[in-house]
Structures are given as C-alpha cells and as structure tokens.
C-alpha cells in the first residue's frame, strides 16, 4: 500500500458551535458539511469566512512490479 499526502484549502460556510461542525466551500465551489472530533480541533476559533488548510493521507494499493503484464 501507498499513500500521499495531500493538503486542500477551504472556506468556512457554516459553524455549528454546539456539535463542533462546520461547512466549508472548496476552491472548485464543492460544499461539505461535517463533524470535527474534538481533538483535532475546535471550530469555534473559527470564523464565516475564514480560510482553512486541512492536510491528509490518501492511501491506496499498487500492483507490485511482477504483477504487472
């Protein structure tokens, strides 16, 4: 398995302060809606508006050398 890293920008639409939710707006203008777990961060520091950097691992399986025809 394989992975990499990826690092995305977004604005924040929407916060949800009591379920520690928000709504962010992609570069492409994709909008999505989610629950942040409580100890990677807290969404009431931010602020509508506001920028946000979210960095990830994607991972994925590649075919080994041999394996390929």
């Known amino acids: ?12 639409l929407g916060i949800g302060a009591a379920s520690n939710s928000v709504s962010l707006r992609g570069a492409r203008g994709n909008v999505v809606m989610g629950e942040v777990d409580q100890n990677i961060g807290d969404v009431k520091r931010l602020k509508i508006g506001g920028k946000v950097g979210i960095t990830f691992a994607r991972a994925f399986f590649a075919p080994r050398q041999e394996d390929r025809c």
Request: glycine share 0%.
């Open 1 to 12: 398995m394989q992975s990499e890293k990826l690092h995305t920008n977004w604005t924040a």
